[in-house]
């Protein structure tokens, strides 16, 4: 298991691209929509490090960090591990996302921090 990213909520899809892209030096890797009604999803990555950031547009608020997320060999397996362990409980089971071409399953820390899973098919 290994941190992949981290997604910020953002309202302004276009000023949050225009932010991290043109004034922090980001590179836009992917920008999908239709994950759901209205939202838009981009990834932009940092280029001395490699890390990538997730941005999620969504109408219901802006400025708060969704979740972290973690690539793993097995999302079921590592999934149900993790959740007999105290300290963290079930936030979304695991489910597969066809557009994306990847497995997924969030889990929440004692603190509301989400943590997702990921496993790309």
Excluded at 40 to 48: D, I, L, M, R
Aim: glycine residues 6%.
């Amino acid at each position: 298991m290994h941190l992949h990213h981290h997604c910020l909520v953002v309202k302004d899809m276009d000023e949050a691209l225009k932010i991290f892209c043109d004034r922090m030096g980001m590179k836009l890797i992917s920008r999908k929509s239709g994950f759901a009604e209205n939202n838009e999803v981009a990834f932009v990555e940092e280029s001395k490090t490699g890390h990538r950031m997730e941005l999620f547009s969504r109408d219901n608020g802006s400025g708060k960090l969704d979740h972290i997320a973690y690539i793993v060999d097995d999302v079921d397996k590592t999934f149900n591990e993790l959740r007999k362990k105290d300290g963290l409980e079930v936030d979304t089971e695991p489910f597969t996302l066809d557009q994306y071409n990847v497995r997924i399953a969030f889990l929440k820390d004692s603190n509301g921090f989400r943590i997702q899973l990921v496993k790309y098919l």
